[in-house]
C-alpha cells in the first residue's frame, strides 16, 4: 500500500492543497517548484499554474479568488474572507474596517461593528472588551467619544489575515 502524501500552501488564505497517493502528488512537484519560484521572484502566478486540476482519487482544493485590490465587497462577502480560526477581536476589527470604508468621517462605532455581525449571524460575547483589545495592540485608536479608527498596523494585521481582500489604504468613494 502506498503511503499518502498531503501538501499545503497557505499564502494569506488563498490555499492550495494537493492530498492522495505519494505518486499522485510527486505528479505536482514540478508545478508547484516552479510556482513558488515565481512568487519568490514577486512575478504574478498564472491562474492555471495555482490551481491545478485535481483528479477524481485525490481532491484540491483551493480558496475563492479575492475581488479585485482596492475594492471592498459586500459585508458578507467581506468577513467571509476571515479564516475559521480568527478570535472575536480580529473579526470585531474587520467589521470596524468595513464600517468605516462606508461612513464619511472614516470612523467606526462598537454598536455599528457589532450590529453588522449580529446581522450575518455572528455574536461577539463583548463588542467593548474586543474593540479595548484592538486599542491595546494598537490595531484601531479613538478618534472621539466612541468613535474609532483602524490603524495602519490593523490594516497589516487584517492583510495577513484576509489576504488581498482588505486594501492598503480605504477606498474613495465607498461611502
Known sequence: MEERARVRINLAQRELEIEGPESFVRSFEDRL?????????????????????ATAGAPAAAAAPAPP???????????HHLPANATEVDRM????????AHTP???????????????????????SQC?????????CFAVGRGRYRVSRQGIEHLRRL????????????TT
Open 33 to 53: 517548484v516552479g510556482l513558488l519560484e515565481r512568487l519568490a521572484e514577486g512575478a504574478a502566478v498564472p491562474a492555471s499554474a495555482a490551481a491545478p486540476e
Open 69 to 79: 485590490t482596492g475594492v471592498l465587497p459586500t459585508f458578507g462577502e467581506f468577513v
Open 93 to 100: 476589527l474587520a467589521a470596524g474596517f468595513w464600517v468605516q
Open 105 to 127: 468621517d472614516r470612523t467606526f462605532a462598537t454598536a455599528e461593528a457589532s450590529r453588522r455581525l449580529a446581522e450575518h449571524g455572528v455574536r461577539i460575547g463583548n463588542p
Open 131 to 139: 474593540v479595548r483589545q484592538n486599542i491595546q495592540a494598537r490595531r
Open 162 to 173: 484576509m489576504g488581498d481582500v482588505v486594501p492598503e489604504s480605504i477606498p474613495e468613494g
